[in-house]
């Protein structure tokens, strides 16, 4: 059930379809982000391009999920698949901004954090196929968080907590990591990142998305260890699994906060 504010001249329905549909573009804004941010290519400027023929798209082609299917996921100028990441960060980004509405309602935050998660997508598709995770991004989204931690009451302090303490753990363990091993064990990007997500949850949250993101990682070598393709010094993508746990996280981890303390009968 919806507790937050609504919007008083729309129905419920209406308000949901069209935040589905904004997310769906946002989801395309942040495919292209992906692909070209990491390549050196404008983001904000330039025609989008088939990766294939280098074909320009055009309207048509950039219809969010609606030209994936219609195409059949291939272009429709060389027939050349269209990788399934796409139509997958749309729907994504589009369930994000469903979801992040009904649970804070139409409040100064919800477009901050919005966009904030956005970010956060883009930034888990670098990780994974470049192991970076550009200042351009991180910084740019702890800006924004900073600003959605300021419309609650005392967010600033919280926002700073979250910063302190999701950068110092990641920072620490770094540290400790390269003096053990001699070797990096997590660059700096991810101790940016988690001041991305720090400054929005505050430290409490961000005690929950380390937990969920070490958890997810674990499982992760387990499986590559068990199917031949790692071992105990693989490196992981760690941003890749911090951006989507900050952002279940965001949505849920007050409710995981308070199942656990009433499961050990503390309130």
């Known amino acids: 059930m919806l507790v937050n504010p609504e919007i008083p001249f729309l129905p419920q329905p209406l308000v949901l379809v069209v935040l589905a ?8 804004t942040m495919s292209a982000i992906a692909f070209r ?5 404008s983001w904000t400027a330039g025609r989008s391009r088939c990766a294939s023929c280098s074909a320009e798209l055009t309207w048509p082609d950039l219809i969010p999920l609606l030209s994936y299917i219609a195409s059949r996921g291939r272009c429709r100028h060389c027939g050349a698949p269209i990788g399934w990441r796409y139509p997958l960060t749309e729907v994504v980004c589009a369930a994000w901004t469903v979801l992040l509405y ?3 309602g139409a409040t100064p935050a919800f477009p901050l954090l919005a966009l904030w998660g956005y970010l956060l997508v883009a930034l888990m598709w670098i990780d994974f196929d470049y192991q970076i995770l550009p200042d351009e991004l991180t910084l740019l989204g702890t800006v924004i968080a900073v600003a959605a931690s300021l419309t609650r009451p005392g967010g600033a302090r919280e926002a700073l907590l979250g910063v302190a303490f999701g950068s110092g753990v990641l920072w620490l363990l770094a540290a400790a990591y390269l003096r053990i091993r001699g070797v990096e064990g997590m660059g700096g990007g991810d101790v940016k990142l988690a001041a991305m997500f720090g400054a929005a949850l505050g430290w409490k949250l961000t005690v929950v998305t380390l937990f969920l993101a070490a958890l997810a990682g ?4 387990i499986v590559l260890i068990a199917r031949h393709r790692g071992g105990g010094q693989t490196a992981l993508p760690f941003g890749s699994l911090l951006a989507p746990a900050a952002m279940l996280v965001c949505l849920w981890g007050e409710r995981w906060i308070s199942a656990y303390a009433t ?5």
């Open 263 to 267: 499961l050990f009968g503390r309130h």
């Open 218 to 221: 674990s499982v992760w070598g």
């Open 37 to 41: 941010l990491p390549r050196g290519i």
């Open 21 to 28: 549909g904004l997310g769906l573009v946002a989801g395309s």
């Open 102 to 104: 009904l649970h804070l």
